[in-house]
């Protein structure tokens, strides 16, 4: 009889990747540890062990989730490949947002928007947490020599959450005539 191959000890590490595909598939959910605890092959206790508390957990989960997202949009942007102007790097990141294979991170955003305005635990640092790290990466993906690359960014992230929204509730050809007309999107 061989021996059974012991598993690896859990840690946040390794289970912040089955979380994050159960809550990519399944949303949150109110956030309920249970479905969370099953899907990462656990206990609510484990993961409150490992995580101290929910509110903790849902934070480094959805952070693991923006990091996940930015790794998509940088595949977008080519290493060292800067878009020549802010329209043509907001361009990009609308077209990544409605690839069919970005629809999990968009449906799972909006459903962080609605917790965080409904005042659930975990929700509001969580997304603020992940806002600022978009913000990070939009910042450092600004075309050479911008001269406000800050302020460029929370333009952009301000603009496109809009567009994302209005594309989310059947007006993403809305949002495109808006962008174009406001001269932030090239024809």
């Not at 970005?102 to 955003?109: A, D, N, S, Y």
């Not at 609605?114 to 509001?124: C, D, E």
Request: cysteine-free.
């Amino acid at each position: 009889m061989k021996p059974r191959a012991k598993k690896p000890p859990m840690s946040k590490e390794s289970l912040l990747p089955l979380l994050t595909g159960h809550v990519l598939v399944h949303g949150l959910g109110q956030a309920s540890l249970r479905p969370l605890a099953q899907a990462a092959g656990t206990s609510d206790r484990m993961l409150l062990y490992h995580f101290g508390t929910k509110e903790r957990l849902i934070i480094d989960l959805l952070s693991h989730v923006a990091g996940l997202y930015a790794a998509g949009l940088d595949a977008v942007l080519a290493e060292g490949e800067r878009p020549a102007t802010r329209q043509a790097l907001m361009a990009r990141i609308l077209e990544q947002n409605a690839d069919p294979a970005f629809q999990p991170f968009m449906q799972l955003w909006w459903e962080i928007v609605g917790g965080a305005a409904r005042g659930l635990p975990g929700f509001l640092p969580a997304a603020e947490a992940m806002v600022g790290e978009l913000l990070v990466w939009l910042e450092g993906h600004m075309p050479a020599g911008d001269p406000d690359p800050a302020g460029a960014a929370r333009f952009m992230l301000t603009v496109i959450e809009g567009a994302m929204m209005l594309a989310a509730v059947g007006h993403r050809d809305t949002a495109l005539q808006g962008l174009l007309a406001g001269g932030l999107l090239e024809a």
